[in-house]
């Protein structure tokens, strides 16, 4: 039968027509297994019935209704087995249906090995092996007025062959589903790490400076303009957050099942942003911060890089600087620079001052063990997020460093980049 179910285009009629033109020829194919049995004794209704059935569950998409592929493979083998031990007629009548049941009994064989859990594909294509290799042979071997050892091991061993072929053809196939599965089930487990990163990085940070605005509002009172200002930066930052989200749900999502007319996930950030990312850290963090970096006459980046380049250079600067916020909120200056280094390859660092009077001694990760810049507690965890950066920049190729510099701490990479991206770039300042 038609399975049916929403067509979302063409393509999905025209596979619903062909399954329904083979749903029709599986049917007109068992139909005319039987017809041999109208002009045969009632005794060749008994191979009949058997061969029909093999051919039809062979045949049939499994399941079908409450109808599972194991139940009805079972069921084939116990008749056929009945069949060779109950049937008395004359051995032309099985000679005429053993082709069909023969080749219907493989057919299923492959089905099972296949597609059913190790244990039910041991144990009902063990009875379907046997059927086909011992059973069906003898029940015509052993019926002939002459029956001869010869005849009834050629014929076994005929068989044999043939359902060893089907055997390691299904084995085969099995083999590589089971690989496609775990293939697929890898590439969701590095969506998943994806995403996870995509939401240390972005989400994380914005969340970081909504909390960095309500610690300072509970320090002084606000005018109605301050208010204002206060509450513009605060929904600015949970927008972002929210676009950020949108975007790594998106990437989550079946692109069929995405209706037409919805609106295209959220860009991907890069080098033009940082200016912007800079100055919404300056803004809400209180800690003054300026970048440098190689600019076309209208104010962005003069070369622009592929996409992956740029979102990593984006995101290094934007976990520099979050790390900053919850490590060292008593600096009291941070750089950013991008510059084009030898390689040639992009160069992206971020550096804090430190701040004065810091006793503090900070982790190689970029943490202390000091109070945070967020809430005063002792931070003894973190720092995953360079982790993933370092292993997100090492994919391109490139490097990642960190460590102190001076009284402060600088994060560095350099991404190589291809030949020619960055010609016509300012040299570093």
């Known amino acids: 039968m038609v399975r049916k179910g929403p067509v979302r285009n063409g393509d999905g009629a025209g596979r619903a027509r062909k399954a329904w033109f083979r749903d029709v020829l599986c049917a007109v194919v068992v139909a005319m297994v039987p017809i041999p049995a109208v002009f045969a004794p009632p005794s060749g209704l008994v191979v009949a019935f058997s061969a029909t059935l093999a051919a039809a569950v062979a045949l049939t998409r499994w399941p079908y209704r409450r109808v599972t592929l194991a139940t009805a493979a079972s069921v084939v083998a116990g008749v056929s087995f009945a069949v060779a031990f109950f049937y008395q007629g004359r051995h032309q009548l099985v000679g005429v249906w053993l082709p069909v049941e023969l080749g219907a009994v493989l057919l299923l064989l492959g089905r099972v090995i296949r597609r059913l859990p190790g244990a039910q594909a041991a144990v009902i294509g ?60 890898r590439a969701r487990r590095a969506q998943r790490l994806e995403v996870a990163r995509d939401l240390h990085d972005f989400v994380a940070h914005e969340v970081t400076g909504i909390v960095l605005e309500a610690q300072a509002a509970q320090f002084g009172d606000l005018d109605p303009e301050q208010a204002r200002a206060f509450a513009l930066r605060v929904e600015e930052a949970g927008l972002r957050a929210l676009a950020s989200m949108d975007h790594m749900v998106g990437a989550l999502r079946d692109p069929d099942e995405r209706a037409a007319a919805e609106p295209p996930p959220t860009r991907l950030y890069g080098l033009a942003d940082l200016p912007d990312l800079v100055g919404r850290f300056s803004a809400t963090g209180g800690i003054p911060a300026e970048i440098h970096m190689p600019e076309g006459a209208d104010g962005v980046p003069a070369d622009p890089l592929p996409r992956e380049i740029e979102s990593t250079a984006y995101a290094v600067v934007l976990e520099a600087l979050t790390n900053v916020r919850r490590h060292a909120s008593s600096a009291s200056r941070v750089v950013v620079e991008v510059a084009r280094a030898a390689g040639p390859a992009l160069e992206v660092s971020v550096v804090d001052d430190g701040g004065r009077g810091r006793t503090g001694r900070r982790r190689p990760d970029g943490g202390e063990a000091r109070p945070s810049g967020l809430s005063g507690s002792e931070r003894r965890g973190g720092g995953t997020g360079l982790i993933g950066l370092a292993e997100r920049v090492e994919a391109l190729g490139g490097v990642l460093r960190t460590g102190r510099h001076k009284q402060g701490w600088k994060v560095t990479a350099l991404l190589p980049v291809p030949e020619g991206a960055l010609d016509g770039a300012a040299a570093r300042p």
């Open 126 to 185: 063990t009875s379907l092996a046997v059927a086909a290799a011992v059973e069906l042979p003898l029940r015509l071997t052993l019926r002939m007025p002459r029956p001869s050892l010869e005849a009834s091991v050629a014929a076994c061993l005929l068989a044999f062959f043939s359902m060893a072929c089907v055997a390691g053809v299904a084995l085969y196939l099995r083999t590589q589903d089971d690989q496609r599965v775990r293939a697929v089930a």
